[in-house]
């Protein structure tokens, strides 16, 4: 699971793009799975098939994709259920379950809500696998964040990598001890409490030792630096940026005109 949330070395046309451009990328992909309509289906179809082509150029296994998924599944069917409970009753009914009304409105509601949170998540996760840390710093500080708010952003984008792998680790570890997984829920949560102990003590440690490293390289100096790798827009960014701006472009103008 720790690849999930790291930089996946690979040579592609996305891993080459200009960290900021895959920033704009993937803001753009949110704000358009934000405000298209609920009740626009090729919206929602045009927005999964883009995102699914920006993986397809990023050369992303899919292997990597659908382990992704299967950490999304759960939280899908909670929004799906709590989509479908809770929608207004006054439309078409479709089928009692208790004193519960499931509409067939809201059972599309409930699939185009997962296709929203679907696009949300699979355009961060694309911008993580393709971006390297260190050039997200320089990016950010190319557009004008302070070196220190720049490294403490990238820093926390780094940490989720950090903590699956701290999660794996001691996961294995305390299996290897006998610690088991089965039996009913409170024995699960139970055993579960045991692994998220130490993943959050070694967390701590870790962050202490950032704050010591960020002393020791004075991040705070004000004076200008140079940087061993430099970042610049080719035409392919150009491209893109101008992709982002289109796919902006429709969404705003399906939900003021459409809609």
Known sequence: MSELFS????????HNLDPRTKLVIMISLILSAIVIPTHLYLGFTILIVITLFLFALAKIPAKTLIGFAKLLITTALILFLIQVLVFPSLTTESLHILFWIITYEGIIYGIQTIARFLVIMFSFFLFLSTTAIDKFTIALQKVGFPRTWAFVFSTAMNFLSVLSREWKTVLEAQTSRGLSFKGNIFKKLNAYLKVLGPVFTNAIVKSSDIAMAFECRALDFKRPRTERKRIKLN??????????????TFSLFVRFFYS
């Open 235 to 248: 035409r392919f960014d150009y491209i893109f940026l101008l992709l982002s701006a289109v796919i902006v």
């Open 7 to 14: 930089y996946i070395p690979l040579s592609s046309v996305i």
